[in-house]
C-alpha cells in the first residue's frame, strides 16, 4: 500500500512565487531578467540543453519564481556559456549573465560541486593559477615546456611568489576567502544533516 | 463654433481689469495649497478687480461665473488658474468670446501641472510655485491686446500620396462628397500589397476579386485624377493652401495610345526579376506589374531596356506607342489637404544569418510564399519548394521575424498580421494537401480581430496545423536541402530537431525605406517605431501635428486590412471635414515686424524654417524684413535673434514676455 | 621599441597554455618574432581568471583579478595579448565593463590600491588572431607566406569567446558567421571544410568540463563526428582549451564513448600559429610540432605526426 503511495502521490503544487532570487538579480542591475518572456530561443540552440537535463529557459524561469531548487540542482552548471542565448534573445536579455550570477547566488549558499570547490580553494587560491605546473605532481609538463626550450616555469605567478600573494590579498579583500570558507562550512552542515536523516 | 453678436470694444485708454479664477480642480490643486489663500493673494496684486474660487471652473457653472463677471463689466482681462492650457484653454477662450470678450484677452496659468501635481509631497514649495503663477500670468495679462484669428480658405481638394487599399478608399470616399482628389502613385499600378495577396483572412475572400473592383472603381470616378509612376517632389504653403510639385516619370509608352494588348511583351528580348513576384518570377523590359493592374498601360523599364527597337516596330506596336526619348513631366496643382497613405515594406530576414535566408534555397519569406499560393503567381497557386520544384511535404512557420526584437537596431513592435496570415497560408496548404506536416513556431498567437479566434481555433480542429510554442533559435541544410529546424518545445521543455522541406519566415512590416522623403517634404514627425506620428495616439489617429496633412493605412501602424480600410475612411472624413467649412481659423501668433527699427540684416530670413519672411523695401526705412503671415508658424525664432528687438510674436511680445520676467521676480 | 619590431604586446600567458600545452606557446613566440612583433613577458600575471568558472564563483573576484593582470601590462605600456579564447574573453570583458561604470572602475581601483596598483583601461586586450588579422592584416600575412599547401582539408574550429559576446568583441557584431579564422587558415593553401555546427561550442568552458568530464566529453564527440563526416585531414584552432578538450578530449571521447563512435578518432589538433609557421617556411621545431622528449602523459595526447607528414609531402 504505501509503495503505492510513495511511487504516485506527490502533491506537488507550488503555493506560491517567490522574488527573493530575481531580487538579487535586480539589485545587482540585471533587471533585464524580468523582461523574459519564455520564447524558448535560448533553450532552443543551447548545445548543452539537447545532450544534459539543463533547460536554459526553465532555469531562468525558476530563477524568477524563486524555484530554489535551480540554485541546488547541477543544471546550471552544464552551460558552456557558449553565448549563443545571450545574442539570440529578443527581449536582449544577456542570458549568459545570468546563468553566471546564478552561479554566484548557488556558491553563496553553499552550492558548489566538489570538483570546483577544490579547484577554486586548494589550486586557485594556493598558486593563483587555475591549471598549475608547479608542485611534484606536474613536474613531468615542467620538462614539457624545456623540451621545447622554455624556462621549466612561465614568468607568472609560479615565478613571482610575491605576485601570488598580492593574488591572495585581493581574493581575501574582496571577499573571495569568506566566500570559500563559508561554502564549506554550509557543505558540511548539508552533510551532517543527510547522514542524521539517513541513519533515521 | 457660436457666433459672437456683440463685442466688448476695449480701446488704449481703458484701465485693465483683471479677473482671477482660481480653479481647485477638484483635490487635484485644493488638495494640496489652499486655494482661499491664493484667492487673497491674488486679490492684493496690482489690476486685480475680482478673485474667486470654484470646485470646477471648466464645468458650466464654473464658465457662467466668469462670463457673469464679464458681461457685468467687472473684468476686462480673465485669469483662470487651474490646468494646463493644453487642457481647458479653448474652453475659457470661447466661454470669453462667448460673453463679449476678445478670446485673447485671457491667459492661464497653469497651477496643476506646474505646480501641485509635481510638488504633491511639498505643499509648502507648491503653494510659492502656484503664487508665482497666478502672479506672472496677471503680469502678463496686463499686457494683453485683442488679436484676431485669421480666416484661411481651405481648396475642396485634396492629395493622396500612396495608392494602396487605403488611400483609394480615402480617394473614393471623397470624390463622391464631390471634392477633386488626386492620387499619386510611385509605382506604375495602384493596388499596393494587397495586389499580392492570394486570400485573405478570415474569410478567405480572394484579394484581387475585393480589390479590382475598387481600383476599377478608382479610375473611373471623375473627381479622381490618378496619378500613377509619379512621385510627390516639392510641397509648400499650409493647411488649406498646399503647393504641391509631382513628378510624372516617363512610361517611355504612350499611355494614351497604348491598347494593353500585350503582344509587346512577347518579342522583347531583355529579362529581368519580377519585382511583384518577389524575384521568383521574371518579367521583361516593357511590362504591367500584374495582369489586373490599373491603368492597364504598359511601361519600359529604361534600367534594364536595351534600346533593340523590336517593340517599337510597326508590326509589334500596332498603335505605335512605343516613345523612346519620353521626358519626364512636372506638374504643379494647389489642395486644401494632404493624405499620406504610403504602405509599408516588408522587413528583409537576410541579416538574421541564424535563419539562413539567402543562403538556404528553401527559406522564404510569408510574401514570396504568398506569390506561390497565388493563382496567378509563377505557380499558379501550387506551392513548390526552390531548391527542387517540388511540393513540400512539411512546412515550418516562423513567427514573429523582424519583429517583437529588442536588440540593438531591431523592430520592437508587433507587426500585428503576421500570426492571422502564417495560420491563413497554412490553411491554404492543408487544404490542398491534407497529409502535409505544416507548423507554426510561435511566442505567443495573436488573434485579437472580428472572427480571428474562431479562424484560429478551426486551424487546429480542422485543419491540424501544429502550433510549436517556441521560437526557433537556429536552422541548417541537409544534403537534400532541407531545412533542419533547432527550438524547444517550451510547453513540454523539451528542445527538439525538426527536419522539413520548406522553411517560412512570417516577417513583420516596416516602414517604407524612403519614408524619410515625406517625412522632409511635409514636415511630418515619425514615432519611434518609424512610422508616422499621429497627433494624438487615442483621440486622434488619422491627424498629424501639421495641421491639414492626415495619415492612414500602415504607413500609421502596422495593420491589417479592415483596420487600414476604416483608418482611410476616418482621414476622409477628417479631411472633408476641413474641406466643408470651407475656411479655417489659423491663431493670430505670428510675427510683426516694427520697420521703423529694422536694419535690414536678413539674419531672420535666414532663420526661418518656414520662409516665410524676406527683404523688401520700404519707403520710409530702406530694406526692412517682412512677414508673409499666411507661412508664419509663430515659433519665435526670427524674434529671438534679431539683434535690434524688431520683430514681435504677437501675444507674446517683448513686453510682455519681459512683464511676466519682472513679475517673477 | 627595438628598430625592427611593428608591434610590441605584452603576452599574457595564462594558465593552459604554459603549463599544458607549451607547444603553442612556443609558436606564437616564433611566430611572433618572425612577423616582427615584440612580446614581452607580463611577470607576476595570474590566472586571466578563467571565466566559466572563478567569474561563476564570484564575479567581484573576477573583476578585481583581471583589473590586476591588465594593470601589469598598463605598467609595461603594452596592449595585453593573449593565445586563449577564455583569458581574451576575461580580460576583454572586464575591460569593457570597467570602461562602460565609473563606479565600478572606482571600486576596483580601491581594492588595487591595496596592493599598490592601478587599472587606468587605457589599453585594449588583445587575441594573437585578432593581432594576425585586424592588426597585421592579411595582406601582411601573406607577404610571409613561402609555401603552400597543395591538398590539405582543415575543419576550422573558432570556440566561443574570440567572437561572442559579439558587442564587446572586435568584429563588427558578426558572431553567427565570421571568417576570419578560415580567411587566415586559406593564405597557406590549405582549405577551409564547412562541416555540420562548425560554430558549436567544444564544450570545455563553462566550468563544463571541470563539473562532467563526460559532458563536455559528448559535444567533443559531436564536433569530431560532424568533421570526419565532412572528410578533414586537421584541425585548427585557436585557443589552448578548445584545443586541449580536442585533444585530450579526442582520447576521452575514444574511451568514452568507443562503442558509439564506430572508429576510434585520431584527427591531429594544430594551433593556428602553427600552421601558419609551417606555410612561412619556419622550422617545425621551432612552432612545437616535434617531440623532443620521452615524457608520458602529455600533451598532444593525439599525435600530430599526420600532419607533419602532410607538411613533407606538400610543402618540403
Not at chain 2, 519548394?385 to 517540388?390: A, E, G, H, N, T
Request: with cysteine.
Amino acid at each position: 500500500m504505501s509503495d503505492n503511495v510513495e511511487k504516485y502521490i506527490k502533491r506537488k503544487v507550488y503555493k506560491s512565487t517567490s522574488s527573493r532570487i530575481a531580487q538579487k538579480f535586480v539589485d545587482a542591475g540585471l533587471e533585464k531578467l524580468r523582461a523574459c518572456i519564455n520564447c524558448g530561443t535560448c533553450t532552443g540552440g543551447c548545445p548543452s540543453g539537447r545532450r544534459t537535463a539543463y533547460r536554459t529557459r526553465s532555469a531562468i524561469r525558476k530563477a524568477l519564481t524563486g524555484d530554489e531548487s535551480v540554485l541546488q540542482d547541477i543544471d546550471i552548471w552544464l552551460c558552456s556559456t557558449c553565448y549563443y542565448c545571450y545574442e539570440r534573445c529578443p527581449r536582449n536579455i544577456p542570458v549568459t549573465d545570468m546563468i553566471i550570477k546564478l552561479r554566484n547566488i548557488a556558491v553563496e549558499e553553499g552550492y558548489i560541486l566538489d570538483s570546483h570547490f577544490g579547484l577554486a580553494n586548494n589550486i586557485f587560491y594556493a598558486t593563483g593559477h587555475g591549471v598549475p605546473a608547479n608542485g611534484e605532481g606536474n613536474k613531468r609538463w615542467r620538462d614539457l615546456r624545456e623540451s621545447y626550450g622554455l624556462p621549466p616555469l612561465p614568468p607568472t605567478v609560479h615565478s613571482y611568489p610575491e605576485a601570488v600573494k598580492e593574488c591572495q590579498d585581493l581574493m581575501k579583500e574582496v571577499g573571495f576567502r569568506e566566500l570559500m570558507d563559508n561554502a564549506a562550512r554550509l557543505k558540511e552542515e548539508r552533510a551532517k544533516k543527510e547522514d542524521e536523516n539517513k541513519e533515521e | 463654433m457660436t457666433e459672437i453678436e456683440k463685442e466688448i470694444k476695449i480701446t488704449g485708454n481703458e484701465r485693465p481689469k483683471i479677473g482671477v479664477y482660481i480653479c481647485h480642480c477638484g483635490v487635484n490643486i485644493g488638495g494640496v495649497v489652499s486655494v482661499p489663500d491664493l484667492v487673497e493673494y491674488a486679490k492684493k496684486l496690482p489690476n486685480v478687480e475680482v478673485a474667486q474660487e470654484y470646485k470646477f471652473f471648466c464645468s458650466d457653472v464654473g464658465q457662467k461665473m466668469i462670463k457673469e463677471d464679464i458681461e457685468a463689466g467687472k473684468v476686462n482681462r480673465v485669469v483662470v488658474a487651474a490646468c494646463s492650457p493644453r487642457m481647458h484653454e479653448p474652453t475659457f477662450r470661447i466661454a470669453c468670446k462667448e460673453a463679449g470678450l476678445n478670446q485673447f484677452l485671457f491667459e492661464m496659468a497653469n497651477i496643476r501641472e506646474h505646480s501641485t501635481w509635481v510638488h504633491m509631497k511639498e505643499p509648502d514649495g507648491a503653494y510659492e510655485t502656484a503664487k508665482d503663477h497666478i502672479r506672472m500670468a496677471v503680469a502678463k495679462a496686463r499686457e494683453l491686446v485683442p488679436l484676431e484669428v485669421q480666416k484661411v480658405k481651405v481648396e475642396p481638394s485634396c492629395l493622396i500620396i500612396g495608392g494602396g487599399i487605403a488611400g483609394m478608399n480615402s480617394a473614393l470616399d471623397l470624390a463622391t462628397e464631390g471634392y477633386k482628389v488626386y492620387l499619386v502613385e510611385k509605382t506604375a499600378t495602384i493596388g499596393g500589397h494587397m495586389a499580392q495577396l492570394d486570400k485573405t483572412f478570415p474569410t478567405m475572400d480572394c484579394s484581387s476579386c475585393i480589390l479590382t473592383p475598387k481600383m476599377s472603381e478608382v479610375s473611373r470616378e471623375k473627381n479622381i485624377e490618378l496619378l500613377t509612376y509619379s512621385e510627390v517632389v516639392e510641397v509648400t504653403g499650409y493647411i488649406g493652401n498646399f503647393d504641391v510639385t509631382i513628378l510624372k516619370k516617363p512610361h517611355y509608352v504612350d499611355q494614351e495610345k497604348c491598347t494593353g494588348c500585350g503582344i509587346c511583351v512577347d518579342y522583347c528580348p531583355v529579362v529581368v526579376g519580377n519585382e511583384f513576384d518577389l524575384g521568383l518570377a521574371t518579367r521583361k523590359a516593357i511590362y504591367i506589374p500584374f495582369p489586373q493592374a490599373v491603368p492597364g498601360q504598359y511601361t519600359i523599364d529604361m534600367d534594364h531596356c536595351i534600346k533593340c527597337g523590336i517593340c517599337a516596330r510597326q508590326d509589334v506596336c500596332e498603335p505605335e506607342a512605343i516613345v523612346y526619348d519620353d521626358e519626364p513631366e512636372e506638374i504643379k496643382i494647389k489642395v486644401g489637404t494632404i493624405i499620406v497613405a504610403t504602405g509599408w515594406d516588408l522587413y528583409d530576414p537576410t541579416e538574421l544569418k541564424q535563419y539562413g535566408y539567402g543562403k538556404y534555397p528553401n527559406v522564404i519569406t510569408g510574401l514570396q510564399m504568398e506569390r506561390l499560393l497565388s493563382s496567378f503567381g509563377p505557380v499558379i497557386g501550387k506551392p513548390v519548394r526552390p531548391s527542387d520544384l517540388k511540393e513540400p511535404h512539411s512546412i515550418a512557420f516562423l513567427q514573429c521575424v523582424g519583429s517583437r526584437n529588442f536588440r540593438e537596431g531591431g523592430n520592437q513592435y508587433c507587426s500585428r498580421v503576421c500570426c492571422m496570415y502564417a495560420t491563413k497560408q497554412a490553411r491554404q496548404y492543408k487544404e490542398k494537401h491534407p497529409d502535409a506536416d505544416v507548423y507554426i513556431f510561435y511566442m505567443d498567437i495573436r488573434a485579437f480581430g472580428k472572427g480571428y479566434e474562431e479562424f484560429y481555433e478551426s486551424a487546429g480542429r480542422n485543419y491540424g496545423i501544429n502550433y510549436m510554442r517556441g521560437r526557433i533559435a537556429e536552422v541548417t541544410e541537409d544534403d537534400d536541402h532541407n531545412i533542419i529546424i533547432r527550438a524547444e518545445d517550451t510547453l513540454l521543455q523539451q528542445p527538439i530537431e525538426l527536419s522539413v522541406d520548406l522553411f517560412v519566415l512570417s516577417c513583420g512590416l516596416e516602414p517604407r525605406a524612403d519614408a524619410d522623403i515625406i517625412t522632409s517634404l511635409l514636415r511630418i514627425q515619425r514615432s519611434a517605431d518609424g512610422f508616422f506620428l499621429e497627433a494624438h495616439p487615442k483621440l486622434r489617429p488619422v491627424d498629424t501635428l501639421t495641421e491639414g496633412i492626415f495619415i492612414a493605412g500602415v504607413a500609421q501602424g502596422p495593420k491589417d486590412i479592415p483596420d487600414a480600410v476604416a483608418q482611410a475612411k476616418g482621414a476622409a472624413s477628417s479631411a472633408a471635414a476641413l474641406m466643408a467649412q470651407g475656411e479655417v481659423e489659423i491663431e493670430p501668433f505670428f510675427a510683426v515686424v516694427h520697420a521703423e527699427r529694422c536694419i535690414g540684416c536678413g539674419m531672420c530670413v535666414e532663420n526661418c524654417a518656414y520662409g516665410a519672411i524676406e527683404l523688401v523695401d520700404d519707403k520710409r526705412f530702406g530694406t526692412v524684413a517682412k512677414i508673409n503671415e499666411a507661412l508664419c508658424k509663430g515659433c519665435g525664432a526670427c524674434s529671438g535673434n534679431c539683434r535690434c528687438s524688431a520683430i514681435d510674436i504677437k501675444g507674446f511680445t517683448g513686453e510682455q514676455i519681459y512683464s511676466i520676467i519682472t513679475g517673477r521676480v | 621599441m627595438s628598430e625592427e619590431y611593428k608591434w610590441r604586446y605584452g603576452f599574457f600567458l595564462g594558465c593552459v597554455i604554459p603549463n599544458r600545452y607549451p607547444m603553442i606557446e612556443a609558436s606564437i613566440r616564433s611566430v611572433f618574432d618572425h612577423l616582427d612583433a615584440e612580446l614581452i613577458d607580463l611577470p607576476g600575471a595570474s590566472c586571466c581568471p578563467a571565466p566559466g568558472v572563478f567569474r561563476a564563483f564570484h564575479i567581484p573576484t573576477w573583476l578585481v583579478i583581471a583589473a590586476r593582470n591588465i594593470s601589469i601590462a598598463e605598467e609595461l605600456g603594452v596592449n595585453p595579448i593573449t593565445g586563449c579564447n577564455g583569458c581574451y574573453g576575461t580580460l576583454r570583458d572586464a575591460w569593457y565593463e570597467l570602461e562602460h561604470e565609473f563606479e565600478l572602475k572606482k571600486e576596483v581601483n580601491k581594492y588595487l590600491a591595496k596592493i599598490n596598483r592601478v587599472y587606468k583601461g587605457n589599453l585594449e586586450p588583445k587575441h594573437v588572431v585578432q593581432a594576425l588579422y585586424l592588426d597585421m592584416g592579411i595582406d601582411y600575412l601573406k607577404d610571409h607566406i613561402k609555401l603552400k599547401f597543395s591538398d590539405l582539408k582543415v575543419a576550422v574550429h573558432y570556440g566561443c569567446h574570440i567572437v561572442k559576446p559579439s558587442d564587446k568583441r572586435p568584429w563588427k557584431g558578426e558572431y553567427e558567421q565570421p571568417q576570419f579564422l578560415d580567411e587566415i587558415v586559406e593564405i597557406t593553401g590549405a582549405k577551409s571544410i564547412d562541416y555540420k555546427d562548425k560554430y558549436m561550442c567544444c564544450g570545455a568552458g563553462g566550468a563544463v568540463r571541470t563539473a562532467v568530464k563526460e559532458v563536455a566529453a559528448d559535444f567533443t564527440r559531436e564536433k569530431l563526428v560532424n568533421m570526419r563526416d565532412a572528410g578533414v585531414d586537421i584541425i585548427i584552432d585557436c585557443c589552448p582549451f578548445c584545443h586541449l578538450q580536442l585533444d585530450l578530449g579526442q582520447m576521452e571521447v575514444n574511451n568514452i564513448y568507443g562503442d558509439i563512435i564506430g572508429e576510434q578518432f585520431n584527427i591531429p589538433v594544430i594551433y593556428i600559429t602553427q600552421l601558419l609557421g609551417t606555410a612561412f617556411g619556419m622550422d617545425p621545431n621551432l612552432l612545437g610540432l616535434v617531440k623532443n622528449h620521452d615524457l608520458q602523459g602529455v600533451s598532444p595526447f593525439i599525435s600530430v605526426d599526420p600532419f607533419l607528414n602532410i607538411v613533407k609531402e606538400q610543402l618540403i
